[in-house]
């Protein structure tokens, strides 16, 4: 009676697990009706014919013409105000004035000087001619807080405009 009893419990059992995929069918036909259409081909491209350069002897397309060197010199050096640009550019000069901070200033043999950092870190000394920023820019006035400097600006007619600027302790930029 054990026996039988134990047997007829096991097919219970398994009589009540039945399979329900109900909702995996369900997923299915979800996946395959979104499924994206097949990508079309590739459209086909015909050859061009490559292009041969038959004009070695002429002058460069990237370089002026003489003449118009010499004309474009004429009226950059005209009577308006031109930066020295022959002269050795000092180490600031690499930096916008954007990119410089003060840091101090002191005063050596009756001459006041200005520490300025530039954004890579170096340290440099500056007095009243020395050249900053990159608009050839010339120290005027040092000051207690602030270091004065006068910028040369193109105009775009090929003259330049000086533009007084500072650098102020507190602000540690241009302005």
Known sequence: MRQSLMVLTVLAALGGCSADTSDLQQFIATVQTSTPPPIEPYPEFKPVPAFVYAAQEERSPFSRPRNQDLALQDQATGNCLQ??????????????TDALSIQGFFTSKGQKW??????????????????????????????????????????????????????????????
């Open 114 to 175: 200005a520490l300025i950092t530039a954004n890579d870190g170096t340290l440099h000394r500056v007095t009243v001619g020395d050249h900053l920023g990159l608009f050839f820019g010339k120290i005027t006035r040092i000051s207690e807080n602030a270091v004065y400097f006068t910028e040369q600006l193109p105009d775009g007619a090929g003259c330049w405009q000086e533009k007084s600027s500072r650098i102020t302790i507190s602000t540690g930029s241009g302005d």
């Open 83 to 96: 930066p020295d640009i022959r002269r050795p550019k000092d180490p600031l000069e690499a930096f916008g």
